[in-house]
């Protein structure tokens, strides 16, 4: 958002982001191989956005929810295959 210029930071977008990891303590996941592997593998129907894939194969890795308004990855998640909260 802050490339499209659809929201203004006081500091670098990088800078922002470690701030707010940092305030939260917060633990930031690396995208490792096997989780990469596992989003071109996930249970059918397959989501069709990369990205997202990436975000539901680490969650299946970690054993965490998404928290999401998405609506393909809430349908995903209701089919069994990912823990997910609507908001």
Same mark, same amino acid.
């Given at each position: 958002m802050v490339s499209r210029g &659809? /929201?203004?930071?006081?500091?670098?977008?990088?800078?922002?982001?470690?701030?707010?990891?940092?305030?939260?303590?917060? &633990? /930031?996941?690396?995208v490792t191989p096997e989780v990469l592997v596992a989003s071109s593998f996930l249970p059918q129907p397959l989501h069709n956005d990369p990205a997202d894939r990436i975000l539901i194969a680490t969650a299946r890795e970690h054993d965490l929810t998404i928290i999401t308004r998405d609506q393909a990855i809430l349908a995903y998640g209701a089919a069994g295959h990912v823990r997910v909260l609507a908001c």
């Open positions: &659809r /929201v203004h930071l006081t500091q670098t977008p990088i800078e922002w982001f470690r701030s707010f990891v940092d305030d939260r303590n917060t &633990r /930031v996941l690396d």
